[in-house]
């Protein structure tokens, strides 16, 4: 049996006591069916029955009822499409076997996957999204990798095995394809070292995520939450859920290959701009990002602290900053508790235009000097005269000491 897109199926009240059976049948559904509430008994899958939920499909849970193996050969329930619990605050068990390739939404009560979890194997959940504002329940639930698109929603969102214990209590490793998401006010700890190779995302100001043992992201980190942990970062850093503040209790160290990525929209620190707030030292190297947002055009002098810290040290390598009109740039400037992007004028420096003075800008400075017409060959869009570091119409050796000036932090 097919339901179509635009199909609906609303599986009601048949006969008290006697659960509707599906059996040695397949159903392909692609419309919305609906479990109603006032159903009081469970759903047999018999005999091989399969019910596809396919993409873009929605079943919908509204009771408390179970989907259940019935005799004969083995059932499943395959969910590409939507599977949502909205209604029930006790427990809806499936028993059968169950995949989710698509979105299982759990917003009241339990759903508990007792059957064969085709997703979860070994430590590792794998594929399929998983919307978790009450609890989601399966056997043997002991996640230490993700490999999944998981979102936490408030205090209450839990992931459990079938004793109740945590399921996530020994989660380690957000994978490379794994997504991790914390809201409203579900905080999470890990005891040792968590290691996110994937997006992970503290997505509300009161969301703590704790990693007694430092969180190594190679990933991406975003939020606008706490990170309780020394983070060291070889991937990349975006504070706020555009823009916000990124709160890390701890040191945060950034590698060479790591990258800080900060969204400019207006002058409030937090609100119109991103920031790194790091309670102990930042160490900095590789690259920032930074980025003009929301049509807003800053003026020379603009000043955006993008990073606090206890103490700061080091430097980007790297900068990626917007352009802004003739004569200024966005630099950063470093100080012993902070790191700001000044808007100044711009002499020159820019030597690859691409409105940053950094170390990229060096070896085309120094051809500039030795060879301009091999430099004016190779940035053929780029002047000459942004060599020219003391304003004396001169590109020569009188302007390496101001070209260092613009290029090092005092
Ligand atoms: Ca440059
Ligand atoms: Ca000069």
Redesign the pocket.
């Known amino acids: 049996m097919d339901i179509a897109s635009n199909g609906m199926l609303t599986i009601g009240q048949v006969t008290t006591g006697i659960p509707q059976v599906l059996s040695g049948c397949t159903i392909n559904n692609a419309g919305t069916a609906t479990w109603a509430a006032n159903n009081t008994d469970d759903l047999l899958l018999a005999n091989g029955a399969v019910f596809n939920n396919l993409a873009g499909a929605v079943f919908e849970v509204q009771n408390n009822k179970s989907i259940s193996q019935g005799a004969g050969a083995a059932s499943s329930f395959n969910n590409a499409g939507t599977f949502r619990k909205t209604q029930g605050i006790a427990t809806t068990t499936i028993g059968c076997a169950y995949s989710n390739a698509g979105l299982l939404t759990i917003e009241s009560g339990i759903v508990y996957i007792s059957g064969p979890f085709a997703n979860y194997s070994g430590t590792t959940l794998t594929n399929g999204d998983y919307a978790v504002a009450a609890t989601l329940k399966f056997t043997n639930a002991n996640i230490a990798t993700n490999a999944a698109n998981i979102i936490l929603d408030g205090p209450a969102s839990a992931i459990v095995n079938q004793n109740n214990q945590d399921g996530l209590a020994n989660l380690s490793v957000n994978d490379a394809s794994g997504s991790l998401t914390f809201a409203n006010g579900r905080n999470f700890t890990r005891n040792g070292l968590f290691t996110n190779a994937g997006y992970l995302t503290v997505n509300a100001a009161n969301s703590t995520f704790m990693a007694t043992g430092g969180l190594d992201n190679q990933g991406t980190l975003a939020g606008v939450g706490t990170i309780a942990a020394n983070v060291t970062n070889s991937g990349v850093v975006a504070p706020g859920v555009s823009p916000g503040t990124l709160t890390i209790t701890g040191n945060y160290t950034q590698a060479a290959s790591g990258m800080l990525v900060i969204e400019i929209g207006g002058h409030a620190p937090g609100v119109e701009f991103d920031r790194l707030d790091v309670s102990g030292t930042a160490l900095l190297d590789g690259a920032l990002d930074a980025s003009l947002i929301s049509t807003f055009v800053p003026n020379l002098g603009d000043s955006f602290t993008f990073l606090v810290a206890g103490s700061s040290s080091g430097t980007f390598i790297t ?1 990626n900053v917007p352009c802004l009109a003739a004569g200024s740039l966005m630099a950063p400037v470093y100080h012993t508790t902070s790191v700001e992007l000044l808007v100044e004028p711009a002499t020159s ?10 170390s ?2 060096v070896v085309p400075f120094v051809l500039a000097l030795v060879d301009p017409t091999a430099y004016q060959v190779q940035y053929p869009n780029c002047s000459l005269t942004h060599a020219d570091m003391n304003n004396d119409g001169l590109q020569d050796g009188a302007d390496i000491q101001e070209f260092l000036n613009a290029l090092l932090p005092p």
């Open positions: 900068l420096g820019d030597m690859d235009c691409n409105c940053a003075v950094d990229s800008d």
